[in-house]
């Protein structure tokens, strides 16, 4: 006798439901979302024992809803056939939330003149088939010059999201270039914030709630000014007094607007990296990438908020659901522990204590 699901799942392929033909033979399902450059994924593992399974068509459009809610849309990238003498034989369908297949890996080339990010990009996302979101601040970010030497939408989506610290991610149809961090769409819609709590949702973690390695107080950039015909500095505070370092950044800008903006998406780095850890919880279905997850019932240092950098998906057929989130970005009462020696029952030296 076939066991039954512990969760409702719905597959479509191509617009044809496969949900009752894979009832018996659907095995795993497992949904990955990332923040920056990676591709949403899903991977969905058959029982192909008797060799009855129809191939999908590479770049079939596919989608999956998990208890009542669509946690992936996107297209077959590929199918894998595993076998083994002990393990039976199964298939296994890879599939992206960006269409491979698509003008959004096809080489461009064009440039503007006294443009912003949000124009130029937008071009490229029109001449690729691809309806673009911007954040604002981002969008508005102004230069003399751009152009795309041979650089597809996927390449300089990335390459403009390093520079200035944002995601570029296209599913779909759909490209966006958020600001990494921010805790909201563009457009300023705020996404949605998930718990974490010990002894109730939370299966188990690793977290470091306070990460110096990439940390710095400031930073500094050389922009040249045309009019002086000299190199000048831009420097900006990235508030953090713990750490009394200079991000001096080596390469020279156009101008003070461009040194400004990228110094701006360093001190959000030095953010980004403040912390790091992973939280694996009972299924979850708000928890979405730059979204907030809110720690709580650990211990005095460790509770507080992470931005989720990664949330991953898995479900089975024999144990239920679950999700496992990425944490970045510390915040609130995380890192810090300002507990003093008569109210803890050990106490570290005081230069050796987290906050």
Same mark, same amino acid.
């Given at each position: &006798?076939?066991?039954?699901?512990?969760?409702?799942? =719905?597959?479509?392929?191509?617009?044809?439901? &496969?949900?009752?033909?894979?009832?018996?033979?659907?095995?795993?399902?497992?949904?990955?979302?990332?923040?920056?450059?990676?591709?949403?994924?899903?991977?969905?593992?058959?029982?192909?024992?008797?060799?009855?399974?129809?191939?999908?068509? =590479?770049?079939?459009?596919?989608?999956?809803?998990?208890?009542?809610?669509?946690?992936?849309?996107?297209?077959?990238?590929?199918?894998?056939?595993?076998?083994?003498?002990?393990?039976?034989?199964?298939?296994?369908?890879?599939?992206?939330? &960006?269409?491979?297949?698509?003008?959004?890996?096809?080489?461009?080339?064009?440039?503007?003149?006294?443009?912003?990010?949000?124009?130029?990009?937008?071009?490229?996302?029109?001449?690729?088939?691809?309806?673009?979101?911007?954040?604002?601040?981002?969008?508005?970010?102004?230069?003399?010059?751009?152009?795309?030497?041979?650089?597809?939408?996927?390449?300089? /989506?990335?390459?403009?999201?390093?520079?200035?610290?944002?995601?570029?991610?296209?599913?779909?149809?759909?490209?966006?270039?958020?600001?990494? /961090?921010? /805790?909201?769409?563009?457009?300023?819609?705020?996404?949605?914030?998930?718990?974490?709590?010990?002894?109730?949702?939370?299966?188990?973690?690793?977290?470091?709630?306070?990460?110096?390695?990439?940390?710095? /107080?400031?930073?500094?950039?050389?922009?040249?000014?045309?009019?002086?015909?000299?190199?000048?500095?831009?420097?900006?505070?990235?508030?953090?007094?713990?750490?009394?370092?200079?991000?001096?950044?080596?390469?020279?800008?156009?101008?003070?607007?461009?040194?400004?903006?990228?110094?701006?998406?360093?001190?959000?780095?030095?953010?980004?990296?403040?912390?790091?850890?992973?939280?694996?919880?009972?299924?979850?279905?708000?928890?979405?990438?730059?979204?907030?997850?809110?720690?709580?019932? &650990?211990?005095?240092?460790?509770?507080?908020?992470?931005?989720?950098?990664?949330?991953?998906?898995?479900?089975?057929?024999?144990?239920?659901?679950?999700?496992?989130?990425?944490? =970045?970005?510390?915040?609130?009462?995380?890192?810090?522990?300002?507990?003093?020696?008569?109210?803890?029952?050990?106490?570290?030296?005081?230069?050796?204590?987290?906050?």
């Amino acid at each position: &006798m076939v066991d039954k699901w512990k969760v409702d799942w =719905k597959v479509e392929i191509n617009g044809q439901d &496969m949900t009752a033909g894979w009832q018996s033979v659907l095995q795993s399902i497992a949904i990955n979302d990332q923040a920056g450059e990676a591709s949403d994924s899903c991977d969905l593992r058959l029982d192909d024992t008797g060799g009855q399974i129809l191939l999908p068509r =590479k770049r079939s459009p596919v989608t999956v809803t998990i208890n009542g809610a669509r946690l992936f849309r996107g297209f077959v990238e590929k199918s894998v056939f595993d076998c083994d003498r002990n393990g039976g034989r199964t298939l296994n369908v890879s599939a992206k939330g &960006m269409d491979s297949g698509s003008k959004v890996k096809q080489p461009q080339s064009f440039n503007l003149d006294d443009a912003d990010l949000g124009t130029f990009l937008g071009q490229m996302a029109d001449n690729a088939g691809i309806n673009l979101k911007v954040d604002e601040g981002l969008a508005s970010i102004q230069q003399d010059y751009w152009a795309a030497d041979g650089e597809s939408l996927i390449a300089m /989506g990335q390459r403009v999201a390093r520079k200035y610290g944002g995601t570029f991610k296209i599913r779909g149809d759909q490209a966006v270039l958020a600001r990494r /961090g921010a /805790g909201a769409a563009p457009g300023g819609v705020a996404l949605p914030v998930v718990d974490a709590v010990f002894g109730r949702n939370l299966v188990s973690c690793s977290i470091t709630p306070r990460e110096p390695r990439r940390q710095f /107080g400031s930073g500094q950039a050389r922009w040249f000014d045309r009019a002086k015909a000299a190199f000048e500095s831009a420097d900006l505070d990235f508030g953090n007094d713990d750490f009394p370092v200079v991000n001096i950044l080596r390469p020279a800008f156009a101008d003070e607007d461009e040194a400004e903006a990228v110094l701006d998406a360093r001190k959000r780095e030095s953010e980004w990296e403040g912390g790091e850890g992973s939280a694996n919880l009972d299924f979850t279905l708000g928890a979405v990438v730059e979204g907030t997850c809110r720690v709580s019932g &650990m211990r005095t240092g460790v509770d507080g908020t992470y931005v989720i950098a990664s949330v991953k998906h898995n479900a089975n057929r024999s144990g239920g659901a679950s999700t496992s989130l990425e944490l =970045k970005q510390p915040g609130g009462e995380a890192g810090k522990d300002g507990r003093k020696a008569g109210e803890s029952s050990f106490a570290l030296p005081r230069h050796e204590r987290l906050g």
